[in-house]
């Protein structure tokens, strides 16, 4: 059974840094895309990375140079660096399964990033 | 960037209605969209892909349609667990982007 749980949301200062982390099960992450995508709070769905099977990395513009996606093969555990946080970085972080050619095929249960003084 | 634009951003609908939303590209997509459906508190669920590819396990009343610049997602007998907010995600760049949502409401 396929299986994304997040971790890694908490409170932070404006400024911040914060690592998120997606534990994988029923699959392997470095043979699949995986993505990150957000939601402020009562807000819609916005995308910010993805992760490409070979390494290719990609961004939103609103993360670009502040984020970093990365996984770690041996633990089938994919990140999400996030530095430099903003207020309007505050939401819930979802982490999925990208399947080429299909969309997001599996989600995590989303944790939540609170950005505040 | 490519922008995804939903309409309408909500509507109100009965329990055995067709309801029809719609989500237009600002570039050519060449049918690399899907659709995903989210009821509150819980993470999006994949419906449809390649424009109208029924994802496995999706009821099918679900249906999308559409080409190009200009898609569709159909529910054509609307039922209580339909009611949840849905969103096209293209899937053509290697920027991806979400349209705003529509959320569908009980009449």
């Known amino acids: 059974e396929v299986q994304l749980v997040e971790t890694g949301g908490g409170l932070i200062q404006p400024g911040g840094s914060l690592r998120l982390s997606c534990a994988a099960s029923?699959?392997?992450?470095?043979?699949?895309?995986m993505s990150w995508v957000r939601q402020a709070p009562g807000k819609g769905l916005e995308w910010v990375s993805v992760i490409y099977s070979g390494g290719s990395t990609y961004y939103a513009d609103s993360v670009k140079g502040r984020f970093t996606i990365s996984r770690d093969n041996s633990k089938n555990t994919l990140y999400l660096q996030m530095n430099s946080l903003r207020a309007e970085d505050t939401a819930v972080y979802y982490c999925?399964?990208?399947?080429?050619?299909?969309?997001?095929?599996?989600w995590g249960q989303g944790t939540l990033v609170t950005v505040s003084s | 960037d490519i922008q995804m634009t939903q309409s309408p951003s909500s509507l109100s609908a009965s329990v055995g209605d067709r309801v029809t939303i719609t989500c237009r590209a600002s570039?050519?997509?060449?049918?690399?969209l899907a659709w995903y459906q989210q009821k509150p508190g819980k993470a999006p669920k994949l419906l449809l892909y390649a424009a109208s590819r029924l994802e496995s396990g999706v009821p099918s009343r679900f249906s999308g349609s559409g080409s190009g610049t200009d898609y569709t997602l159909t529910i054509s007998s609307l039922q209580p667990e339909d009611f949840a907010t849905y969103y096209c995600q293209q899937y053509y760049s290697t920027l991806w982007t979400f349209g705003q949502g529509t959320k569908v409401e009980i009449k």
């Open positions: 029923g699959f392997t992450v470095s043979s699949n895309y």
């Open positions: 570039q050519g997509i060449s049918n690399s």
């Open positions: 999925a399964r990208a399947i080429d050619r299909i969309g997001l095929d599996y």
